[in-house]
């Protein structure tokens, strides 16, 4: 994932690294908050956009333990704030 310092503040940008710590982090934050009953299977796809810390636009995979549902999430991190669920809603292709 590149860091702030390689972005244009503002320009969205295409996450190459799906399965980093952070990325992990962030999509299970989306899940727990936007569902009662689902776990993280995998980021499908996202992008981050550089504001006062970060927005991320995520794709994701997730199960109840019964079927697979995909999930579009828009994700707030702002400095010194605790992170924000903007959007989450069924991603419906």
Do not use: C, R
């Not at 936007?34 to 992008?47: C, R």
């Amino acid at each position: 994932m590149a860091t702030p310092s390689t972005q244009i503040i503002g320009g969205w940008h295409v996450i190459k690294d799906l399965s980093s710590p952070t990325l992990t982090e962030v999509a299970i934050f989306a899940i727990e908050k936007g569902t009662t009953d689902s776990k993280l299977e995998k980021v499908l796809h996202g992008q981050n956009q550089v504001i006062d810390g970060f927005q991320y636009l995520l794709v994701l995979s997730a199960t109840n333990g019964k079927e697979s549902k995909k999930y579009l999430a828009i994700v707030l991190q702002e400095v010194g704030k605790e992170s924000e669920l903007i959007f989450f809603a069924p991603y419906l292709t």
